[in-house]
């Protein structure tokens, strides 16, 4: 009988002593069951169908082939190293099985490995979007491994079925991660060996009178070993991540195609995007990045005691985005930006002067004010584009989907 599992990830780094393990509910037939896996070798455990339902101990006279247990499932006597305990039995993904998930976050990890673990058992992995989910939840959130049971059930066309092309995004997210974390410690020694050598200059009797201090570092970090292996590192992990995005689809139909935008920006991008599903709207998409406009008309922006509530890696490659139009006034985008430059200043002329904080006056519309809402403004329409192009893309061929927004 084939089951549907259902399971919501959560991250196992507990805050502030609270425990978050994630919640599994398996139907079977018309029964239901629900588990939590508290670590991530138990969630590996799970995806590859060994997760100890429970523990026995080892009858006396009983010598169990402990080649049917991974050791880690064996308690030892600590005396003489006899099996005392093994598992009674295991559960987890199993032929046939379905499991469902929501799209994104911190389970594309556990997604990935189950559909690989899937694909050759004849099961698959569906994923309903965020929002959609939000939507039918009524009661709290550690219900919700129960109620994606029941939208299963209720109806397929909610969710999508994981594919290949999935992995492929999954990759490039563990790609971005794994060439940040090496650029933050390459700037952390760059940092630490700076520190060193201003206090030695002031602390040597001579204190390098001869020479600029930046010629003895720029020296200096040449020759550590430690900062120079970080760098052939940090160059290893920006040269997987660019040829990860170039395996994309959307890399290959949207991105590359665009003058101006290179793999590292497209990657911050996909990286904070996710999966497009997850946005039924392009509204919803530009609150996401930051781009949207307030109920006054006004830009969003970071105003101090209050917090931000987009995504601050979309937001900046977005900014660093805008930069490459300006400085590509001849591209597509780039003649847009010069477009919206043309209007506002037709509509605002000359700058004019306004009451700012603490009665200073503000200077508004200048040339700089106008560029900066043109950029804006410009960057905004992308974000609309780049939902509406990239949802099509995600379209099941042979399937009609109009694009809200």
């Not at 049971?149 to 563990?174: A, H, K, P, S």
């Not at 020759?223 to 160059?235: G, S, T």
């Not at 037709?346 to 009665?359: H, M, N, R």
């Amino acid at each position: 009988m084939k089951r549907i599992v259902a399971i919501v990830h959560r991250i196992k780094n507990p805050v502030e002593g609270q425990a978050r393990p994630t919640l599994v509910a398996v139907k079977e037939g018309e029964k239901i069951k629900t588990f939590e896996l508290a670590t991530e070798q138990d969630e590996l455990d799970f995806v590859l169908g060994i997760l100890p339902t429970g523990m026995r101990k080892v009858k006396e006279g009983e010598y169990p082939d402990v080649n049917l247990y991974p050791e880690r499932h064996i308690e030892r006597d600590k005396v003489n190293g006899n099996p005392k305990r093994v598992p009674a039995g295991y559960d987890g993904l199993r032929p046939g099985d379905t499991l469902v998930m929501a799209l994104g976050g911190s389970g594309d990890r556990m997604a990935y490995a189950a559909h690989r673990q899937l694909k050759d058992l004849g099961g698959r992995v569906m994923r309903i979007a965020p929002f959609l989910l939000k939507e039918k939840r009524k009661g709290e959130k550690e219900e919700d491994h129960l109620l994606l049971l029941n939208l299963f059930r209720e109806g397929e066309t909610l969710f999508q079925e994981m594919t290949d092309r999935d992995l492929d995004l999954i990759r490039v997210r563990e790609a971005y991660f794994a060439r940040t974390e090496a650029m933050k410690a390459r700037i952390g020694c760059e940092q630490r060996l700076r520190q060193r050598f201003i206090g030695r200059v002031f602390l040597t009797e001579n204190m390098y009178p001869e020479g600029r201090l930046e010629d003895e570092y720029d020296s200096l970090k040449a020759n550590d070993k430690i900062l120079q292996a970080l760098l052939q590192e940090e160059r290893r992990r920006e040269a997987e991540l660019k040829q990860a995005v170039r395996r994309l689809t959307v890399w290959e139909e949207i991105f590359e195609p665009l003058e101006g935008v290179g793999e590292m920006i497209a990657a911050r991008l996909v990286v904070a995007i996710g999966d497009i599903r997850r946005f039924k709207t392009d509204a919803q998409l530009k609150k996401f990045c930051g781009v949207h406009v307030l109920p006054d008309g006004k830009f969003v922006r970071r105003r101090s005691g209050e917090v931000a509530n987009w995504h601050p890696e979309a937001r900046q490659a977005l900014y660093l985005l805008g930069d490459q139009f300006n400085r590509r006034p001849e591209s597509v985008w780039g003649k847009k930006l010069r477009e919206y430059k043309r209007r506002f200043r037709e509509k605002y002329p000359e700058p004019v002067e306004t009451p700012g904080a603490g009665g200073r006056k503000v200077k508004k519309y200048t040339d700089g004010h106008i560029h900066k809402m043109a950029t804006w403004r410009t960057i905004t329409k992308f974000v609309e584009w780049l939902h509406h192009e990239w949802s099509r893309l995600e379209v099941p061929e042979g399937k009609k989907v109009e694009v809200a927004g």
